[in-house]
T-cell receptor
């Protein structure tokens, strides 16, 4: 595997379910990110991890819980989501966080909350 | 309030045309401006980026024009091809404040 991979690619969950999104990067980067992409809205930066430490949390509801066990893996734990949380969730990585280094994105997980 | 305003929302051009996508910002702390290209079913990929001390940057058929005093920047695609049909996002980064904001995207269609 190369680049940034995300699993699952599609997820349908009920509002009372608990699920997790997984991201893995094979680029040797130190920073990882979660973004939310909704139709006709800007990509929203949700969380930033630099060397496994969370550095940014842009007012994301607590029903989204990130976890970064090492620099190569990033998870997004989901629980009691709302229908408006349906979106494409993108993971990205870069050499260092939010600097001029290129961010490499995964293909995303399409989440539908019913 | 949107930190980066992008227009138009969609754009259709003939092959060989020069589509232009515009972005504007207010925060003078932004010091790095990348453009990303996204194809359906894929994540965005970096296309080209510019710093505010440069007024123009070219990479292949893609050119960024930057107007620091107007706080505007734009992407021009020369000799556009059907394979350029994608959604394009501008972004603005404040490297000192660790902030990053994207525009809403422009869906480009290049007709053969």
């Amino acid at each position: 595997e190369t680049g940034v991979t995300q699993t699952p690619r599609h997820l349908v969950m009920g509002m009372t379910n608990k699920k997790s999104l997984k991201c893995e990067q094979h680029l040797g980067h130190n920073a990882m990110y979660w973004y939310k992409q909704s139709a006709k809205k800007p990509l929203e930066l949700m969380f930033v991890y630099n060397f496994k430490e969370q550095t940014e949390n842009n007012s994301v509801p607590s029903r989204f819980s990130p976890e970064c066990p090492n620099s190569s893996h990033l998870f997004l734990h989901l629980h009691t989501l709302q229908p408006e949380d349906s979106a494409l969730y993108l993971c990205a990585s870069s050499q260092a966080s939010l600097q001029t280094y290129e961010q490499y994105f995964g293909p995303g997980t399409r989440l539908t909350v019913t | 309030q949107q930190q980066v305003k992008q227009s138009p929302q969609s754009l259709i051009v003939q092959k060989g045309g020069i589509p232009i996508i515009n972005c504007a910002y207010e925060n003078t702390a932004f010091d790095y401006f990348p453009w990303y290209q996204q194809f359906p079913g894929k994540g965005p990929a970096l296309l080209i980026a510019i710093r505010p001390d440069v007024s123009e940057k070219k990479e292949g058929r893609f050119t960024i024009s930057f107007n620091k005093s107007a706080k505007q920047f734009s992407l021009h695609i020369m000799d556009s091809q059907p394979g350029d049909s994608a959604t394009y996002f501008c972004a603005a980064i404040s490297t000192g404040a660790n902030n990053l904001f994207f525009g809403t995207g422009t869906r480009l269609t290049v007709i053969p």
